[in-house]
Nanobody
Framework: QVQLAESGGGLVQAGGSLRLSCVVSGRTFSRYAMGWFRQAPGKEREFVAAISGSGGSIYYAESVKDRCTISRDNAKNTVYLQMNSLKPEDTAVYSC?????????????????WGQGTQVTVSS
């Protein structure tokens, strides 16, 4: 069973930065495409960023692509999301997701395993 655990969320002022981490259990982390999604109150879960197992393919949502960087360290079974120039509209629960796939999906249905999420709150 694959388990995911996010950390790094918190309260930050607009314009600030946060680095989210997601540690994945298991010995075959490099075979998993990873994604970050977020869900704000009353809204649907939306795609933020995704990365292939090798790190060679990366995708971003238009709303964050100039402000976020997704990366992974396969030796540490960890995927990261660096978020800069945060805005109040970035406030949401951020979750990481894993899929045993070569190509990273940009839709939530493409992922089988999910973490519990970490809250990011951006104050104005």
């Amino acid at each position: 069973q694959v388990q995911l655990a996010e950390s790094g969320g918190g309260l930050v002022q607009a314009g600030g930065s946060l680095r989210l981490s997601c540690v994945v259990s298991g010995r075959t982390f490099s075979r998993y495409a990873m994604g970050w999604f977020r869900q704000a109150p009353g809204k649907e879960r939306e795609f933020v960023a995704a990365i292939s197992g090798s790190g060679g393919s990366i995708y971003y949502a238009e709303s964050v692509k100039d402000r976020c960087t997704i990366s992974r360290d396969n030796a540490k079974n960890t995927v990261y999301l660096q978020m800069n120039s945060l805005k109040p509209e970035d406030t949401a629960v951020y979750s990481c997701a894993a899929a045993l796939a070569v190509a990273p999906s940009q839709v939530k249905e493409g992922y089988r395993y999910w973490g519990q999420g970490t809250q990011v709150t951006v104050s104005s």
